[in-house]
């Protein structure tokens, strides 16, 4: 029984490590990759979306969303918040994290520090993280670089910092 439990925990380390392939070359916006460990490994797009099914709507369609990059944060509100906060919100994260660092975090309200990689089509959260298709990675990024072209940044106190 115990080398069957080994066995089978081979098979899925195996066949998760294999879905963490080849990192894709094309990039839809400029990112600064902040991943050391991109070299020893990568990430590719999920097959099929990773959402919870029947979402349950938990608020009235007015929300604001922050997207932090860099030293810069960039804070909104309406459809594109909406949208940005309905698909975080509903992916199944059931990962474990891997040493790849997101390059955006993402609060909403209804969830704060989702780290998101557009390169590496995945999102972490509460410490799991989940794939994204090329589609919901097509979305985020459209919505992303909305905030970045048309909201006026507000630079972030690094702590520690003099006032």
């Known amino acids: 029984m115990k080398k069957m439990g080994l066995l089978l925990l081979g098979v899925l380390l195996t066949v998760f490590l294999a879905a963490c392939g080849k990192t894709q070359e094309s990039e839809t916006i400029p990112t600064k990759q902040a991943t050391p460990s991109a070299e020893t490994h990568g990430h590719t797009a999920a097959a099929q979306p990773q959402i919870s099914k029947d979402p349950e709507m938990l608020y009235c369609g007015n929300t604001f969303t922050t997207v932090r990059v860099g030293d810069k944060q960039y804070g909104f509100d309406g459809e594109k918040s909406v949208a940005l906060t309905d698909l975080l919100l509903h992916l199944q994260y059931e990962n474990p994290v891997c040493d790849c660092l997101p390059v955006y975090t ?32 097509e979305k985020i990024t ?22």
């Open 142 to 163: 459209e919505m992303i670089t909305w905030a970045l072209k048309n909201v006026e940044p507000i630079a972030i106190e690094k702590e520690g910092a003099e006032k």
């Open 106 to 137: 993402v609060d909403t309200e209804f969830g704060t520090g989702y780290g998101i990689s557009l390169d590496g089509c995945y999102v972490r959260y509460d410490g799991r993280q989940v794939s994204l298709t090329q589609e919901q990675t």
